[in-house]
């Protein structure tokens, strides 16, 4: 009998809370009906698509007409960039070495075409951005552009401050796209009170399912649809809705910010609890970012001194029924290395990032720290 899983990847995904998979089963079984079916089976699921949007866009303090479901962060990302690059006029981007992929590879793709021009900004010592390199950059060329940005690093779990980031774009007239995958079901959000262009969501980062995400546009914008075919999405995201997942995003959004403070409360704790215990077991430990302040409270990156024990850690661990990553789990094929830990430039190491959710325990930290300890 297989030894019992501890999961400490929830930054890479999450396992769906009972709550949201019994929001979402009737969808499966019995309200099966297409949404863009006149019958009565395709307007109740009409209407619980749009009970869904209007129940994110509350959580979010924005209006139902400016969240758009799509199939995960990726494809919303893809979606802000292009559509500020083709359909809003921005000739230049400014970015960060450390965003994630769907952002990095979709801004290079289009430098590559010439398209846009790319900036990225210089990071501080403890892996922020930058904010002065931000603004002297905006101040230095006339051209519409756009800034792309994290709210919170998957893999070291800085957060930037998206209010300041907004205000400076503002003040220059360039586009604001953030990055809220990491934060959207971890963090109170208001774009009420947040001047930004674009935000994305994706529901299995927070216990919600997979193919399921969202992005906001704000109504000050007018894009065209990223993907052709059908009305769908009032007219910008063609293709028959995934129904059960977007009554599964609403559902999950909904229990983590009824639950936000307790939870936030206990993650925390888990995560201050494998840092201390880290700190007094393993010799030569650091920890990336800023792991004690501006930071994610679901996130930890540790690195362990490069030995040739330390290079199999992760093979280790995993052959031990203990799952963790060692940097983002979002690309598949053989582990390269992290971009964001080389753009740090810290001294080599071999990197473990934790994640943790409501799930976890005390117990199953004090289990990992002991099995590390072993194991080096």
Do not use: W
Not at 153 to 172: A, F, P, R, V, Y
Request: aromatic residues 8%; negative net charge.
């Amino acid at each position: 009998m297989m030894a019992q899983r501890i999961y400490f990847d929830n930054a890479a995904t999450t396992p769906i809370d009972p709550v949201v998979f019994e929001a979402m089963k009737p969808y499966f079984l019995e309200n099966f009906g297409n949404p863009s079916s006149i019958y009565s089976y395709g307007r109740e699921n009409r209407l619980a698509i749009e009970k869904a949007r209007k129940s994110v866009a509350a959580h979010l303090k924005a209006h139902p007409s400016e969240i758009f479901f799509t199939s995960g962060g990726t494809e919303s990302s893809n979606t802000a960039i292009f559509s500020s690059v083709r359909e809003l006029g921005c000739t230049r981007i400014i970015t960060s070495p450390i965003e994630h992929h769907a952002t990095l590879h979709t801004c290079t793709f289009l430098a590559d075409k010439k398209e846009v021009e790319l900036e990225l900004l210089k990071l501080l010592p403890d892996g922020h951005i930058d904010l002065e390199d931000l603004e002297s950059r905006l101040g230095s060329s006339g051209k519409k552009t756009l800034v792309s940005l994290m709210h919170a690093n998957n893999e070291i779990g800085n957060i930037s401050d998206i209010q300041k980031i907004g205000m400076l774009c503002q003040t220059h007239g360039a586009l604001f796209h953030a990055d809220t995958v990491q934060t959207v079901g971890h963090f109170p959000i208001d774009l009420s009170a947040t001047e930004v262009d674009f935000i994305t969501g994706a529901g299995h980062k927070f216990h919600g399912p997979k193919g399921i995400g969202i992005l906001y546009v704000n109504g000050r914008n007018k894009i065209s649809p990223y993907i052709h075919g059908g009305g769908q999405e009032r007219n910008m995201r063609a293709g028959t809705e995934n129904i059960y997942g977007i009554v599964g995003f609403a559902a999950a959004l909904n229990l983590a910010m009824e639950n936000h403070e307790s939870d936030r409360i206990y993650i925390q704790n888990l995560k201050m609890h494998m840092h201390k215990r880290l700190s007094e077991k393993i010799k030569g430990i650091v920890f990336n970012g800023d792991p004690e302040g501006d930071s994610l409270y679901t996130v930890l990156s540790a690195g362990f001194p490069l030995t040739e024990r330390t290079e199999m850690l992760l093979f280790n661990l995993d052959v031990n029924n203990i799952c963790v990553s060692g940097g983002s789990a979002c690309s598949s094929g053989a582990n390269q290395g992290s971009h964001v830990i080389s753009a740090l430039n810290v001294p080599l190491q071999s990197t473990v990032r934790f994640s943790f959710s409501k799930y976890n325990t005390i117990d199953e930290i004090d289990t990992v720290v002991n099995q590390l300890t072993t194991l080096l």
